[in-house]
């Protein structure tokens, strides 16, 4: 009997173990909450990966969004229709961008341990025609006071950039 739960509790133990492992390998942060991970950004340059596991003492900060840049938009005729998702909520958009375009978003949204933006070009938004995931940007909480970043989005033969900061919450 005590045998078997301390068995049961040390292959526990490793599997924990080897979870955290490759957290950690995917992306170096401090902390991170392992329910607010995105899944895998909708393309190539689409951003990292998770983060590792951590409790709710994660740093809090909230995430400006500036602007927007177009350089090469994903629909063959015409602009896209971007729209963005923090933390996969739509907190701006749709705008109509060709390219070489850009427009100044200024909003912005609250994150701890990690956060994510996500950016969409939107079409018909059911079948046969989904909106198009371009790209996943990865926030962690040591961008906080960093100044002005940028991401990149490349999902999909689209081309984007956004600008944005950091402030601690
Ligand atoms: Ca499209
Ligand atoms: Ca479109």
């Given at each position: 009997m005590d045998v078997d739960l301390t068995r049961r509790r040390r292959r526990l133990a490793h599997r924990l173990a080897a979870g955290v492992l490759a957290g950690a390998g995917l992306l170096a942060v401090t902390a991170g909450s392992a329910t607010a991970l995105p899944p895998?950004?909708?393309?190539?340059?689409g951003g990292g990966g998770g983060g590792g596991g951590g409790g709710t003492s994660a740093p809090k900060f909230t995430v400006v969004v500036e602007s927007l840049l177009c350089h090469?938009?994903?629909?063959?005729?015409?602009?896209d229709e971007p729209y963005l998702l923090g933390n996969n909520v739509r907190?701006?958009?749709?705008g109509s961008l060709n390219n070489e375009q850009s427009v100044n978003i200024d909003r912005s949204f609250d994150g701890q341990g990690t956060a994510s933006i996500k950016l969409y070009d939107a079409d018909l938004?059911?079948?046969?025609d989904y909106d198009d995931p371009l790209g996943t940007v990865i926030v962690t909480a040591?961008?906080?006071?960093?100044g002005t970043l940028t991401g990149e989005f490349k999902g999909d033969g689209a081309s984007y950039e956004i600008e944005y900061h950091v402030d601690p919450r």
């Amino acid at each position: 009997m005590d045998v078997d739960l301390t068995r049961r509790r040390r292959r526990l133990a490793h599997r924990l173990a080897a979870g955290v492992l490759a957290g950690a390998g995917l992306l170096a942060v401090t902390a991170g909450s392992a329910t607010a991970l995105p899944p895998p950004g909708g393309g190539d340059g689409g951003g990292g990966g998770g983060g590792g596991g951590g409790g709710t003492s994660a740093p809090k900060f909230t995430v400006v969004v500036e602007s927007l840049l177009c350089h090469v938009t994903e629909d063959w005729t015409g602009p896209d229709e971007p729209y963005l998702l923090g933390n996969n909520v739509r907190f701006w958009g749709n705008g109509s961008l060709n390219n070489e375009q850009s427009v100044n978003i200024d909003r912005s949204f609250d994150g701890q341990g990690t956060a994510s933006i996500k950016l969409y070009d939107a079409d018909l938004g059911a079948w046969p025609d989904y909106d198009d995931p371009l790209g996943t940007v990865i926030v962690t909480a040591d961008q906080v006071n960093q100044g002005t970043l940028t991401g990149e989005f490349k999902g999909d033969g689209a081309s984007y950039e956004i600008e944005y900061h950091v402030d601690p919450r």
